[in-house]
T-cell receptor
Framework: DAGVTQSPTHLIKTRGQQVTLRCSPK?????VSWYQQALGQGPQFIFQ???????QRGNFPDRFSGHQFPNYSSELNVNALLLGDSALYLC????????????FGDGTRLSIL | KQEVTQIPAALSVPEGENLVLNCSFT??????LQWFRQDPGKGLTSLLL?????REQTSGRLNASLDKSSGRSTLYIAASQPGDSATYLC????????????FGPGTSLSVIP
């Protein structure tokens, strides 16, 4: 039973560039959430996708956007990268609406130079 | 606005000791509280989930309690082992915006052999 998988594992970009991160949810899950975790801090909620639509959004600028595909996989896009975007980006999946527990991937480490 | 705090920020104990990690949240209107473990550079592993109607959950050497009225949760680890060394995060899902998980900053635990 495959868990949540994220790609790539590590990524290095420069300021002003754009990046796309990918997430495949755990088998049977249809909801995907994205989090940003800066070094030494807890994860911060970015947004959640369900039925290919953004359902909830945290306090992040419009430079952060996403997409969910019919197979429930998801992408996180960040435009005009800033040094402060350097972080571990975590994807979590769950089943349906409500308060089901979320399962996390190992994340993508994004470094901005 | 819901805020989650964790005390202590870091903890170092000798192997075999019993220990308690603390988590506090400001708004008691939550659906559930979840404890996670995070190894360096890795994603989150769910340890215990306590529904808002429950008082505690147990799994092996771990016991988590929840006191909604006081906005507190504790994670008790019995007979600590070096393999328990990791960062422990608590998180709540609040009733006002369910599905959005709000994390604390974590407690970094080191168990010395």
């Amino acid at each position: 039973d495959a868990g949540v998988t994220q790609s790539p594992t590590h990524l290095i970009k420069t300021r002003g560039q754009q990046v796309t991160l990918r997430c495949s949810p755990k088998s049977g899950h249809d909801t995907v959430s994205w989090y940003q975790q800066a070094l030494g801090q807890g994860p911060q909620f970015i947004f959640q996708y369900y039925e290919e639509e953004e359902r909830q959004r945290g306090n992040f600028p419009d430079r952060f956007s996403g997409h969910q595909f019919p197979n429930y996989s998801s992408e996180l896009n960040v435009n005009a990268l800033l040094l402060g975007d350097s972080a571990l980006y975590l994807c979590a999946s769950s089943l349906g609406q409500g308060v089901q527990p979320q399962h996390f991937g190992d994340g993508t480490r994004l470094s901005i130079l | 606005k819901q805020e989650v705090t964790q005390i202590p920020a870091a903890l170092s104990v000798p192997e075999g000791e019993n220990l308690v990690l603390n988590c506090s949240f400001t708004d008691s209107a939550i659906y559930n509280l979840q404890w996670f473990r995070q190894d360096p550079g890795k994603g989150l592993t769910s340890l215990l989930l306590i529904q808002s109607s429950q008082r505690e959950q147990t799994s092996g050497r771990l016991n988590a309690s929840l006191d909604k009225s006081s906005g507190r949760s504790t994670l008790y680890i019995a007979a600590s082992q070096p393999g328990d060394s990791a960062t422990y995060l608590c998180a709540v899902i609040e009733k006002t915006s369910y599905d959005k998980v709000i994390f604390g900053p974590g407690t970094s635990l080191s168990v010395i052999p």
